[in-house]
């Protein structure tokens, strides 16, 4: 008998052992009381989730003694995190439990944004946006309502509205304030989704380019984990940066580029690349069209150029491209995320990102970028409207509004690749009446008020509102400012839809209740069938069990038997054989020159295109993450304040030297409009940043007082961002282009010019606003 | 069938297994008895029909190998005596860390490191899919003491029926040892 | 001899706090200034002889050879029994109400026994330790390196949630364990002319973040001062 095939058991054997239905009596579960006899989180009770602290939503398992949530940690299972969790994820009992958060529905008593409240029940919470809806769909047509949403609670309501048939159902600040103009160029280039979570695969890098990302920071768990074991095994990293960054600490060469001039560096490396013959001639000639028209465009760029415009060492721009070329294919291009930055520039911005990544060849195989699979559920739709418009809104005679002759999406071509509208025609709307009237608001998941540029427009937007209602966990500013409030339930006391990374392994990970709701919080998906049923809507399901079910049958899997593991995995193919490699593009090919872009009178191939420079006396307010926070709303988070409770300001050290100011310093900002900051903000003095640049970490200088330690915190970047540029091609509103000055003990400080700006960089108009 | 579905039938298949030896190592049961003749066989073991009698004689075996002896216990199936001499030593608390660390407690009289719940823990872990724990609870405690248990078995000159289910029992740590280091 | 000790790996630690987090979740530190059994603290972006420097100290009790913190222990000498979670041989010794375990090497406090007079914290030249003042009464609390987790066959909370696997946790007793090979090739630990204590917690990194690091060394006898 070979001793290899010993556990071979024959189907006999184990027809033989099944039968003998053997109980496992020598092992059993702790008891709560005795799991809670052991000291920290051991012998807890486990139920594995899906963490919501962030979008990343990394497979976890909540433990619980007694009751309680007492640690959040990885699932072993996973593939992609395992045990690890960020911060946020660590800190997600802090949200469950925090004091501040939404408990009970509620009606604004006082003024929109004056924070005064009465507790209402959710049947006349929910009656009374019912009834809104139906008015405003009345009075002034479909249209007349939008939606902002983020998160895992917003899609059950963009259901709703996209149901009810309004074009503005969705506006996500993920599309239109940030990941949008990265997400078109890529997908125009290589024919898939690249942008969402970055489908670059670091882990396998032999080199790294990281232009447009601070990733390290930004902590997208999966993502950073890969990036360090790329560089654990020996992968050259390049940082593009006008902060020296975390990842810069690491890098082998930061280029601290002038801000809004990166397109000369990236031409004059596709220029480079193509005339010293160092570009990936196989992938080019059998996989890419336009490389002709491309080596034409580039001919004139040369590095000397992008050394004079861009304001780098000319060694150090031609070391990094060399290092690019030594280590092709293999080279992990991050294609950017934040992308919303200057306006024209940036969708082709990314376009010269992704071509250069071609002419890496670096596409389909180890340490480029990969084909994102496909997760192997069903897609199904919670509810249908079968009555449009909604039964019962009118009565005898009544006639529905004709629907507008122009479209929010008219002013962009390519905005109807993203599910919804523009913010900016959105808020012009609310403001103006035109091209016709927005008069109700949804807000679910996101803070806009800390996060639309421009928030004193934002704010006058609102108050043109006939009614405006907002679902979330805590009560941040944008909650403020509603007429009817909804308490979310957590991520820790709900399900929610099925996730999946779409890496280079994947899996699909159930959401499901850890403890159940505190108070009287619910579900986004009850709160949704409520709201619908009001709205004659059908219900294709009515519990999520039902629902989940529906999407996992396909899979073999079902709601009772993920609730243990909290995943299932499965195979995937994320790199091509050079032979059996396709695009879904409209060639078929990868697109070096894009004809769609030419058709809509928009450059096929980048040109150059830069950032105007700040004003003289003013500095470009740059803005970023933080690795302990989200966004906007983990400020109020006690764990998490207290790691990092505020935000400062970075200021360049030679700047400092010239205007007197040491790190601890304070100053108020003032920028080019003539806003200030509400307080005075502290300041890091380092030779990490440019001497044209600041850098404020966003997210902080909450303005809600109803969160007790989140409020008055640190500066708000948001409400010094009042300046924004339509981005021309998806209707992104673009704001990296705010400059500031400081004001300190009363004194006007203007920012000296350390840096010379070329005559080819144009000077932004300073112009003041009311 | 995908691989991971393969591969999890097949752990399911060996769950049984070492769930069926943990019951072996108990005292002995009639039905088991008698049905382990047919399971070692298809295993490919010589099974002699003398060895699978259940009887007065099996009985006496189990309670002279391992519960009391005149001269002492001569294979105490139990880590900490392999290890240490003596009953519920540091080892039966390492097995305890172990149950623990799956959400586990020992539900027999027996210390936590006898022999049978040792295998059931290791079914356990089969069937939940934990192979790292799986890998650790072999190299770092059960297969450091089985051999030990293995040879004072063998020289107490035992029944047949023991010294069959000691080799199986062997085999099948051997093999699963072997897969969880690749 | 067991020694268990921590290496940190510094290109590896992105400064996320993960680990920080981890901690005060899994033994419920209390929020409050200066509470905290490990921290996470920015360094740079700086100037160095060896290039601009952004890097991260995250820190936490060093279980040191010579902790002066239970030199000052104004408890009295009691004898306990240690066990030993190896091999359960067992040592009787006289200690205060913190001391350095035997067999283990790490330094820990008896909270029944700690008095909460606030020397030990003041002693330790890495501010390891706080005084909760929020219980009934007022204990020395700090890193334990997750003593009662180890034991029981789990990996100390930082260790396990650290997305960038940058925290290498083992025995120092054992030669072929990872964080002895690293020490052996050079692994470098928080000392200075004025406070070499003997601390268990190593750092490896490129020269330009050790140097930011190693000036984050305590250079002030605290324990003289108490």
Known sequence: ?770 | MNNKAEEKSRHNDRASLFLFLAHLWDYPRPELISKSKEIFASLGLETPEKAFEMDEALEAEYVRLFINAPDGVPAAPYASVQLTGLMSQQPAEQALAFYHQAGLIPNTAEPADHLSTELAFVAHLLKEGRYALLKSFLQEHLLKWFPLFRKSLEQAEPHPFYRLLVEVTEKALGNLKEEVET | MSQWAMVIDLNRCVGCHACAIACRAEWQVPVGEGYRRNWVKRLGPANTPHGLAFTFYPGLCNHCDHPVCVSVCTADEEEKVFKCPKTGKTKKMKVRATYKDPFTGVVLIDKDRCLGCGACVEACPYKARYLNEELDEPKADKCTFCYERVIRGEVPACVKTCIADARIFGDLGDPNSEVSKLVKAGAKRLVSKEVNIGPNVYWVGKEKDLYLLLQQAPKEKTWENV
């Open chain 1, 1 to 770: 008998m070979k001793r290899r095939d010993f556990l071979k058991l024959s189907g006999g054997v184990c027809a033989a052992l099944a039968s003998l239905q053997l109980d496992s009596k020598f092992l059993r579960g702790l008891s709560a009381a005795e799991a809670a006899e052991l000291p920290g989180s051991l012998g807890a009770k486990e139920v594995p989730s899906v963490c919501d602290m962030c979008f990343w939503r990394c497979p976890i398992v909540a433990k619980v003694k007694n009751g309680r949530v007492v640690k959040i940690e990885g699932n072993p299972r996973s593939p992609t995190n395992g045990t690890r969790i960020c911060a946020r994820g660590n800190a997600g009992i802090q949200l469950l439990y925090d004091k501040d958060r939404l408990k009970y529905p509620m009606k604004r008593v006082g003024a929109r944004g004056e924070g005064k409240w009465a507790k209402i029940s959710w049947d006349e919470a929910l009656d009374e946006i019912a009834y809104n809806i139906k008015e405003t769909m009345k009075k002034y047509g479909v249209h007349s309502m939008a939606f902002f949403d983020h998160g895992a609670s917003a899609g059950f309501f963009r259901e709703i509205f996209e149901e009810l048939g309004t074009e503005n159902f969705s506006n996500e600040p993920a599309f239109f304030q940030c990941v949008g103009p990265a997400l078109l160029a890529y997908l125009y280039t290589v024919g898939y989704q690249a942008v969402g979570n970055a489908k670059v695969d670091l882990a396998n890098a032999k080199a790294i380019l990281l232009f447009a990302s601070h990733l390290g920071e930004n902590i997208q768990v999966s993502l950073v984990k890969d990036f360090i074991e790329g560089l654990a095994k020996g992968a050259k990293l390049i940082v593009v940066d006008p902060r020296f960054s975390t990842a810069a600490g690491k890098a082998d060469i930061w280029l601290p580029i002038r801000p809004g001039t990166d397109l000369a560096l990236l031409l004059a490396w596709t220029n480079y690349l193509i005339e010293n013959d160092l570009y990936d001639k196989d992938f080019v000639k059998n996989h890419c069209i336009g490389f002709e028209e491309v080596k034409k465009a580039v001919k004139k760029y040369d590095l000397d150029w992008a050394a004079k415009i861009c304001d780098l060492p000319k060694e150090d721009i031609k070391k990094a491209i060399d290092i690019l070329a030594q280590n092709k294919p293999h080279v992990g291009v991050h294609p950017g995320r934040h992308s919303a930055w200057y306006g024209r520039q940036d969708v082709q911005r990314h376009r010269a990102m992704a071509i250069l990544t071609g002419l890496l060849g670096a596409v389909g195989l180890p340490g480029g970028l990969y084909f994102p699979p496909t997760p192997p559920i069903a897609k199904v739709k919670l509810m249908e409207c079968h009555e449009f418009p909604v039964k019962g809104i009118f009565e005898e005679g009544e006639k529905e509004v004709p629907p507008p002759e122009v479209s929010l999406k008219e002013d962009y071509p390519f905005a109807e690749l993203f599910h919804g509208s523009p913010t900016d025609a959105i808020i012009k709307a609310t403001l103006t009446g035109k091209p016709y009237p927005i008069k109700l608001w949804g807000v679910c998941g996101v803070n806009i008020i800390q996060t639309i540029p421009n928030p004193y427009q934002t704010k006058e937007a609102i108050k043109n509102l006939d009614f405006i209602f907002c679902v979330d966990n805590i009560p941040t500013e944008s909650v403020l400012w509603a007429d009817i409030v909804l308490p979310d339930a957590t991520y820790l006391e709900r399900y929610d839809g099925l996730y999946s990374a779409q890496e280079t392994k994947d899996y699909v990970a159930l959401r499901q209740p850890v403890v159940p709701p505190m108070f009287e919080s619910r579900p986004a998906f009850q709160i949704a069938l409520e709201l619908g049923k009001r709205l004659g809507f059908k219900a294709n399901y009515t519990s999520e069990v039902e629902w989940l079910d529906a999407q996992l049958k396909k899979a073999g899997y079902s709601v009772a038997k993920l609730s243990k593991t909290g995943l299932f995995t499965y195979e995937v193919n994320p790199y091509r054989d050079r032979k059996h490699l396709s695009f879904d593009t409209d060639s078929g090919k990868y697109e070096l020159a894009s004809e769609a872009f030419a058709d809509e009178d928009f450059p096929a191939i980048p040109e150059p295109d830069f950032a105007p420079a700040p004003p003289k006396g003013y500095a470009r307010l740059l803005y970023g993450r933080v690795p302990v926070h989200t966004f906007a709303k983990t400020m109020n988070n006690i764990w998490l304040n207290n790691e990092w409770p505020e935000n400062h300001l970075w200021v360049n050290d030679e700047v400092a030297r010239a205007l007197g100011l040491k790190t601890g310093d304070e100053v108020i900002l003032e920028n080019q409009d003539g806003y200030r900051s509400e307080k005075p903000v502290k300041v890091f003095v380092t030779p990490g940043i440019r001497p044209d640049a600041v850098y404020l970490p966003h997210g902080f200088g909450s303005r809600s007082p109803m969160l007790k330690t989140a409020y008055g915190k640190g500066v708000s970047d948001t409400f010094l961002i009042t300046h924004y540029e339509q981005e021309p091609m998806m209707g992104a509103s673009s704001h990296r282009n705010n400059f500031v000055r400081f004001i300190k003990d009363g004194k006007v400080l203007s920012i000296p010019e350390i840096r010379p700006v070329p005559p080819e960089i144009p000077r932004f108009e300073n112009r003041k606003r009311a």
